[in-house]
């Protein structure tokens, strides 16, 4: 969710044909695989043009703990919908009112207000039916996401973004706090869910938590730049870039081998600061 001043979306940010090699390789898997579950899931079938970068890290930070993406897969895909959920209801002309999202008509233009409402409804009522699949962690997962995307994080930092002025809004550590809640916070529940589906210990969970809001936040200062945004802020929010990711990628290295797609994704982000 959010304003004109943060677009949790970043639909030109970090587009997957920028990634090196190997890391735009999986993101591709990723998204086929996501896309596919997608239509399974939904019907008629909902696959859009999105990057699946959140669902990318539940699969990345799963496979860091040893799990397969088969096991992560419906962590990922209940990751995805709550996201799509906060799109819909973002567009809503109580909100950002926009017409257009990734191309497209946004869903309350094709089909009306209420119409759009309820299918945002219908994605976050089926993102917790989906994390009640994934086995002996649902419990944990269902907690975690219902926290992380609640309010006090996710929609809180709604709320703010729809109640701040220009001028709250003049120090990095303000514009910080605003996208730890608003972008932070669902980067750190893929995170986290991933490890939670992998059936990682408490305190790698708490790591990697630590490390989707570092990037998330990382990706939202990106995503201002794309998008012009703040650029009184620019540098300080380059550095901040650069910090967070470097923390973000000793997360992942910890990890050993199987991090090494975590601390691809950071690296990736940390290129565009």
Same mark, same amino acid.
């Given at each position: 969710?959010?304003?004109?001043?943060?677009?949790?979306?970043?639909?030109?940010? #970090?587009? +997957? /044909?920028?990634? +090196? +090699? *190997?890391?735009?390789?999986?993101?591709?898997?990723?998204?086929?695989?996501? %896309?596919?579950?997608?239509?399974?899931?939904?019907?008629?079938?909902?696959?859009?043009?999105?990057?699946?970068?959140?669902?990318?890290?539940?699969?990345?930070?799963?496979?860091?703990?040893?799990?397969?993406?088969?096991?992560?897969?419906? *962590?990922?895909?209940?990751?995805?919908?709550?996201?799509?959920?906060?799109?819909?209801? %973002?567009?809503?002309?109580?909100?950002?009112? %926009?017409?257009?999202?990734?191309?497209?008509? =946004?869903?309350?233009?094709?089909?009306?207000? *209420? $119409?759009? $409402?309820?299918?945002?409804?219908?994605?976050? =009522?089926?993102?917790?039916?989906?994390?009640?699949?994934?086995?002996?962690?649902?419990?944990?997962?269902?907690?975690?996401?219902?926290?992380?995307?609640?309010?006090?994080?996710? @929609?809180?930092? /709604?709320? @703010?973004?729809? =109640?701040?002025? +220009?001028?709250? #809004?003049?120090?990095?550590?303000?514009?910080?706090?605003?996208?730890?809640?608003?972008?932070?916070? #669902?980067?750190?529940?893929?995170?986290?869910?991933?490890?939670?589906?992998?059936? !990682?210990?408490?305190?790698?969970?708490?790591?990697?938590?630590?490390?989707?809001?570092?990037?998330?936040?990382?990706? /939202?200062?990106?995503?201002?730049?794309? %998008?012009?945004? #703040?650029?009184?802020?620019?540098?300080?929010?380059?550095?901040?870039?650069?910090?967070?990711?470097?923390?973000?990628?000793?997360?992942? /290295?910890?990890?050993?081998?199987?991090?090494?797609?975590?601390?691809?994704? !950071?690296?990736? $982000?940390?290129?565009?600061?």
């Amino acid at each position: 969710m959010g304003s004109g001043r943060t677009s949790p979306d970043g639909e030109a940010t #970090l587009a +997957p /044909q920028s990634a +090196p +090699p *190997a890391l735009h390789g999986f993101l591709g898997d990723v998204r086929r695989l996501i %896309d596919a579950e997608l239509d399974r899931r939904l019907a008629p079938p909902a696959t859009d043009p999105g990057k699946r970068l959140r669902p990318a890290v539940v699969i990345a930070a799963a496979e860091a703990c040893g799990a397969t993406r088969e096991l992560a897969l419906p *962590a990922a895909v209940a990751l995805e919908m709550l996201h799509a959920y906060t799109l819909v209801h %973002d567009d809503l002309p109580a909100m950002d009112d %926009d017409d257009v999202r990734r191309g497209r008509p =946004t869903v309350h233009v094709a089909f009306g207000e *209420a $119409i759009a $409402i309820l299918a945002g409804d219908g994605l976050l =009522t089926a993102a917790f039916g989906a994390l009640a699949e994934i086995g002996p962690g649902a419990s944990a997962a269902m907690t975690l996401l219902a926290r992380r995307a609640g309010a006090r994080e996710l @929609l809180a930092g /709604q709320a @703010l973004d729809l =109640t701040l002025a +220009p001028d709250d #809004l003049a120090d990095i550590a303000a514009v910080e706090r605003l996208h730890a809640a608003k972008t932070g916070a #669902l980067f750190a529940a893929a995170a986290e869910l991933g490890a939670i589906a992998a059936g !990682a210990a408490p305190h790698i969970c708490a790591d990697l938590g630590r490390y989707g809001m570092a990037i998330g936040v990382a990706f /939202q200062h990106a995503d201002d730049r794309d %998008d012009h945004d #703040l650029i009184d802020l620019a540098a300080a929010a380059a550095d901040r870039m650069r910090v967070l990711c470097g923390e973000a990628r000793a997360i992942a /290295q910890a990890m050993g081998p199987r991090g090494a797609m975590l601390d691809a994704i !950071a690296a990736w $982000i940390t290129a565009r600061a």
